[in-house]
């Protein structure tokens, strides 16, 4: 490993799209991460492919994924998850840096609801008011909190 800024990121990780091979292995950390992550089938994350982003271990293993469901005004960050022999590597703050470039090429902001809301904090998230949440059923489950980072406070920060 080697140490960039305050952290350490292991030399060689590469980011990119996910391939249909790559799919058995998405399930797999998904699985792994069961109870932080929904569980998603094997079909609809081939059908969802262009979703996904994966890191990549120098030896081509897919180590992290992240899924960025596209709408213009708000996407959406999915299917957040590192191998727990990779967690703690700066792995997961890459997968959520890539997923901000994509939501942001598009759209203003990038939504999450997740059960780790101060570790989306030290990422530029914020808590989300529940008159902003989405109005569909099921939206925040008991113990998740929604959160979202909004292109306006990149851009502030760059001219900070
Ligand atoms: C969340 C997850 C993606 C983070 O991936 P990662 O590669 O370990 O993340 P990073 O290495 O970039 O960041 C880890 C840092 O966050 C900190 N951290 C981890 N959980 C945290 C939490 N709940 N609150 C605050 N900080 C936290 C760690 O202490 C570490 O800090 P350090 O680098 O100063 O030691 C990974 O733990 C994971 O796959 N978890 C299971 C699935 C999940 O929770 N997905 C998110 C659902 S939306």
Do not use: N, Y
């Amino acid at each position: 490993m080697i140490l960039l800024g305050t952290r350490l990121v292991r030399p060689g990780l590469h980011m990119g799209p996910a391939l249909p091979s790559d799919v058995s292995v998405i399930a797999s950390l998904l699985a792994l991460a069961a109870g932080d992550c929904l569980p998603v089938g094997e079909g609809e994350i081939l059908r969802r492919l262009g979703e996904f982003e994966v890191a990549r271990a120098p030896s081509g293993t897919v180590v992290g994924c992240a899924a960025v469901r596209g709408e213009r005004e708000r996407a959406e960050l999915r299917c957040l998850a590192v191998h727990p022999g990779w967690r703690g590597a700066g792995v997961g703050r890459l997968l959520v840096e890539r997923a901000m470039q994509r939501a942001f090429a598009a759209g203003e902001a990038l939504f999450c609801v997740s059960r780790k809301p101060t570790w989306f904090e030290s990422l530029g998230f914020s808590r989300l008011p529940a008159s902003e949440v989405p109005d569909r059923p099921g939206a925040v489950p008991a113990g998740r909190h929604a959160l979202i980072r909004r292109r306006e406070h990149a851009r502030l920060k760059k001219a900070i």
